[in-house]
T-cell receptor, first 114, second 109 residues
Framework: KAGVTQTPRYLIKTRGQQVTLSCSPISGHRSVSWYQQTPGQGLQFLFEYFSETQRNKGNFPGRFSGRQFSNSRSEMNVSTLELGDSALYLC?????????????FGSGTRLTVV | QKEVEQNSGPLSVPEGAIASLNCTYSDRGSQSFFWYRQYSGKSPELIMFIYSNGDKEDGRFTAQLNKASQYVSLLIRDSQPSDSATYLCASTGFQKLVFGTGTRLLVSP
């Protein structure tokens, strides 16, 4: 079955701009989580959506937002980009139920802010 | 104190040896624990998960969990150069994974 699809793979944006990233989970998975990965901080949790509802949110400023559609696809938006937002943004898909569910990651979107 | 802690390494082992990767966690409410492998420039790939005390084996990999000591480990038997990667330990709490910063493993031929 198809994996987790993230688009675009690479982005270069200018400070102050905004960006939207997309994630399509594995078919049948209703949970989508977003993570930011940087060399210094590792993988940091942004937020998690299940059936169009945000269930959990990490410690990121309000410039980071997301949403999930009825087909479980999710988008993440970052407004007023800062240089420090340069990172690999990863989306993870899971069934969202039980203690032993696995998270499958997409290939990521590498965002560079200049 | 970080919620999930790992030694950053690198951990260097010769080909054919056993690699032992360790992780400690602070949240006693954590229910499941995951080991991911991440090659440079790639996304994390799930190797194993464990949620019961004791050992869980899958091929060359064995995950060990000790909830009393809040300790998780991953053993890789017969290590291969292709195992060279960063290994991420993660715990799950309320609808999120909390990752350690990863241990870099280098397997030399």
């Amino acid at each position: 079955k198809a994996g987790v699809t993230q688009t675009p793979r690479y982005l270069i944006k200018t400070r102050g701009q905004q960006v939207t990233l997309s994630c399509s989970p594995i078919s049948g998975h209703r949970s989508v989580s977003w993570y930011q990965q940087t060399p210094g901080q590792g993988l940091q949790f942004l937020f998690e959506y299940f059936s169009e509802t945000q269930r959990n949110k990490g410690n990121f400023p309000g410039r980071f937002s997301g949403r999930q559609f009825s087909n479980s696809r999710s988008e993440m938006n970052v407004s007023t980009l800062e240089l420090g937002d340069s990172a690999l943004y990863l989306c993870a898909s899971s069934s969202g139920r039980g203690v032993d569910y696995g998270y499958t990651f997409g290939s990521g979107t590498r965002l560079t802010v200049v | 104190q970080k919620e999930v802690e790992q030694n950053s390494g690198p951990l260097s082992v010769p080909e054919g040896a056993i690699a032992s990767l360790n992780c400690t966690y602070s949240d006693r409410g954590s229910q499941s624990f995951f080991w991911y492998r991440q090659y440079s420039g790639k996304s994390p790939e799930l190797i194993m998960f464990i949620y019961s005390n004791g050992d869980k084996e899958d091929g060359r990999f064995t995950a060990q969990l000790n909830k009393a000591s809040q300790y998780v480990s991953l053993l890789i038997r017969d290590s291969q150069p292709s195992d060279s990667a960063t290994y991420l330990c993660a715990s799950t709490g309320f609808q999120k994974l909390v990752f350690g910063t990863g241990t870099r493993l280098l397997v030399s031929p």
